[in-house]
């Protein structure tokens, strides 16, 4: 059972997490850049909207429902997430969503039972999963995505502090939603490269 400090997280991160997705969202439809001030103003707004029960119907605040249907985020989620409003947000490199896929493929079936192996299982202090975390992280620095590890080294932090109610940490490095943004990304990243090539071509085709 969660204790209220734990209880209290738990609604701050998903209150952060809806108005930053909202906040996205508008910066999609918006025909212009919207000023990072503005944004930030816009997801402090939001996120008090989601934190605290508006009164009405609702005995509990907008995020503890959304949290309710969509379950806690994993720390790498929530900080991709987060990171991406920043203003020097950086693309996520196609490498980081290929290896996110391909692990994602892997492992969600096994952990859901079709297989003899359960690397759920893993997620409870495995020394061999600790390395191949830390392995991964160094990879993403020695490709130069520095950004990837501090998240996953923060991720790695979080749970070794219990920051969330699991203490398992696969909990803390994916989740559903992370894993079908890295399958969708992939096959988007590659359109967008086809695309940017083929414009490429027609500009400086002769005559």
Request: hydrophobic share 60%.
């Amino acid at each position: 059972m969660m204790t209220p400090y734990l209880q209290i997280i738990a609604l701050l991160e998903m209150s952060l997490t809806c108005a930053v997705v909202l906040m996205i969202l508008v910066q999609k439809v918006s025909s212009t850049e919207i000023p990072f001030v503005i944004r930030l103003a816009g997801i402090l707004l939001l996120g008090n909207l989601f934190f605290w029960p508006l009164g009405m119907s609702l005995e509990l605040p907008l995020s503890a429902y959304v949290r309710g249907v969509t379950g806690e985020l994993s720390i790498v989620s929530m900080l991709l997430l987060w990171g991406s409003i920043l203003p020097s947000a950086k693309k996520t490199p196609l490498g980081f969503k290929v290896s996110l896929a391909l692990i994602a493929i892997a492992f969600y079936p096994l952990a859901l039972g079709f297989g003899m192996v359960d690397p759920y299982a893993w997620g409870y202090g495995s020394i061999t999963l600790l390395i191949a975390v830390i392995l991964f992280a160094v990879a993403c620095g020695l490709a130069g995505w520095t950004k990837g590890v501090w998240i996953i080294s923060f991720a790695m932090i979080a749970w070794a502090a219990h920051w969330h109610e699991s203490a398992n940490l696969w909990d803390y490095l994916l989740d559903p939603f992370l894993a079908i943004w890295a399958l969708i990304a992939i096959p988007n990243a590659m359109y967008r490269k086809r695309r940017e090539k083929a414009q490429s071509g027609y500009l400086f085709r002769a005559g």
